[in-house]
């Protein structure tokens, strides 16, 4: 593809990198994300996958944007209160950088349809805030054989680890979503807002090395950081022969809705 | 194998790599790049870039007044 005047200003910066280039950025400019979660994690992701010319963002959220997302959802304004999330997500992406293409799903993902949305994707971006979720992204991309990055936040902390077909998923690690309420939520335990834009900005960059083939990914590495101490820590992790969904003889064969976590708040 | 000319006369830092850089990514290795350049940063910098990225500066010439040339090969 030959880059307009105007796209080889926007994305000089990357051209300039030795490891990305024109090659590299014609591989995000072809590349088709899909972002789960219009929220905390998911704000970041879309700004900086927007910004960098990612041509396809696909964003899945079945919320609307309420006043207490906006301590840390960073891609919703104070206009956008009572706005679908993922329209509020696309317009600000579409002024951000009008090259992308911006497909949105108002609803949840669930076991029904997160095969179908996932397949029209080259990535999966895991932005959401609870576990049921967490392990149905992560056996849907395990099945699809999707990569993916998995990331949480809570509090002062954070985690994530980027899942490539072969490589140790996040049900191998943590093998299955603990009992409903065993586990608060943000809503219950709150989060510092600027930890969702640090988790999120990880993830951001994991997509983009994943798109141009640059370094290494966090593979079978899961990082956290805890922003009180600003603690780093990537911990080994190995794919599991016996996991549930990609073992030696998987046990799961069909996705499931696990019981969501019931919050006396109202989910946020 | 061909020879491109371009001319980065009237561009600035860091356009002036970026679009030496576009040049290169569309010719095939072996291929030779003549580029025009001012010099001052340019001169400093395009054969120190394209050196460090990976590339062949063959030559660095005078041309006339402030423009120089620089000769790559990809």
């Not at chain 1, 280039?21 to 995000?28: L, T, W, Y």
């Not at chain 1, 879309?46 to 959802?73: E, F, H, K, M, P």
């Not at chain 1, 993902?109 to 609870?130: C, H, P, Q, R, W």
């Not at chain 1, 807002?193 to 988790?199: F, Q, S």
Request: proline share 4%; glycine share 8%; with cysteine.
């Amino acid at each position: 593809m030959d880059f307009t005047e105007d796209q080889i200003q926007r994305y000089s910066r990357h051209i300039l990198l030795q490891d990305v280039g024109v090659e590299g950025q014609e591989k995000i400019s072809n590349g088709k994300v899909l972002i789960i979660g219009a929220g905390g994690l998911g704000a970041p992701v879309a700004l900086y996958l927007a910004a960098a010319g990612v041509g396809t963002i696909g964003i899945i959220d079945g919320d609307v944007v309420d006043l207490s997302n906006l301590q840390r959802q960073v891609i919703h304004f104070t206009p956008d209160v009572n706005k679908s999330k993922v329209l509020s997500a696309k317009e600000k992406i579409n002024q951000l950088n009008p090259d992308v293409k911006v497909i949105t799903y108002h609803q949840l993902l669930t076991a029904s349809n997160a095969l179908e949305i996932i397949k029209e994707y080259d990535f999966v971006v895991d932005g959401t805030d609870n576990f049921p979720v967490k392990f149905l992204i992560n056996d849907a991309c395990v099945m699809a054989k999707k990569p993916f990055s998995h990331g949480g936040i809570l509090r002062f902390d954070g985690q994530t680890i980027t899942v490539v077909p072969g490589t140790a998923c996040y049900r191998c690690v943590f093998h299955a979503p603990p009992p409903p309420n065993a586990v608060p939520t943000c809503s219950q335990a709150g989060v510092l807002g600027a930890i969702a834009g640090m988790l999120g900005t990880i993830q951001a960059a994991e997509v983009l090395k994943y798109l141009t083939g640059v370094g290494d990914l966090l593979t079978n590495r899961l990082l956290t950081f805890n922003a009180k101490t600003m603690d780093f820590r990537t911990i080994k992790v190995k794919h599991n022969s016996s996991c549930q969904v990609c073992g030696t003889h998987p046990t799961l064969s069909e996705l499931v809705d696990y019981e969501q976590a019931t919050c006396e708040i109202k989910q946020k | 194998m061909t020879t491109v000319k371009l001319d980065i006369t009237a561009e600035h830092c860091p356009m002036t790599f970026v679009k030496t850089k576009i040049q290169l990514s569309k010719l095939q290795s072996g291929d030779i790049l003549e580029v025009l350049l001012m010099e001052g940063e340019p001169l400093q910098n395009i054969p120190k870039s394209a050196r460090e990225q990976g590339f062949k500066v063959l030559d660095v010439s005078h041309v006339e007044g402030q423009v120089h040339k620089v000769i790559i090969e990809k």
